[in-house]
């Protein structure tokens, strides 16, 4: 089974900030990555694929690279509606999501 | 634009059979280009990816959950469902029903219904 890892756990940030997730696989998993984001009470939405492809609609502040087992997904200048929870998902075998990382106002 | 509904009970009481229906709206389900899945989400274990399956019926699990659960497809209904058996407090979650394209790298859950909380209880 491959293992998704996730840091930091929470992360306290203010609006305009720089912000940076880390995310690491237990194996290689290529560029097979996506990056979530999930609102209290909603469900996850698709932000990034192929561990750098900006899904359609998806604001450009939101940025993600990487290959292998270390991925990152940079949120450039944060914006009041980021505040959220943010999961990786591997899909190189099977379909493996991180712990998630909570952005919060700092 | 597609859309996808759960239905089905929120309490199940324990040893018992879990079932959740997903109806598909604004598209077929019969379209050879997704494969449908089941996630949830629990306090305990975060998102974990139960399985998919396509319009054919293939079926792709979770190990360590196949044992107990079975995934079908009603194309005549637009609808797929998720059974689990003998449940146990640890299956009490938000459950999910999604869409993953296939091909074009983009294997990923591109659009989720609004998710079914169950929960397992005498």
């Known amino acids: 089974d491959i293992q998704m890892t996730q840091s930091p756990s929470t992360l306290s940030a203010s609006v305009g900030d720089r912000v940076t997730i880390t995310c690491r696989a237990s194996q290689s998993i290529s560029s097979w990555l996506a990056w979530y984001q999930q609102k209290p009470g909603k469900a996850p939405k698709l932000l990034i694929y192929e561990a750098s492809r900006l899904e359609s609609g998806v604001a450009s502040r939101f940025s993600g690279r990487g290959s292998g087992t270390e991925f990152t997904l940079t949120i450039s200048s944060l914006q009041p509606d980021d505040f959220a929870t943010y999961y990786c998902q591997q899909y190189d075998s099977y379909r493996t999501f991180g712990p998630g990382t909570t952005v919060e106002v700092k | 634009q597609v859309q996808l509904q759960e239905s089905g009970s929120g309490l199940v009481k324990p040893s018992q059979t879990l079932s959740l229906t997903c109806t598909v709206s604004g598209g077929s389900i019969s379209s050879g280009s997704y494969s449908w899945s089941w996630i949830r989400q629990s306090p305990g274990k975060g998102l974990e990816w139960i399985g998919y399956?396509?319009?054919?019926?293939?079926?792709y699990y979770n190990p360590s959950l196949k044992s107990r659960v079975t995934l079908s497809v009603d194309k005549s209904k637009n609808q797929f469902s998720l059974e689990v058996q003998s449940v146990t407090a640890a299956d009490t979650a938000v459950y999910y029903c999604a869409r993953e394209p296939n091909g074009n790298n983009r294997d990923v859950f591109d659009i989720w219904g609004q998710g079914r909380m169950v929960t397992v209880s005498p």
């Open positions: 399956i396509w319009h054919s019926g293939t079926t």
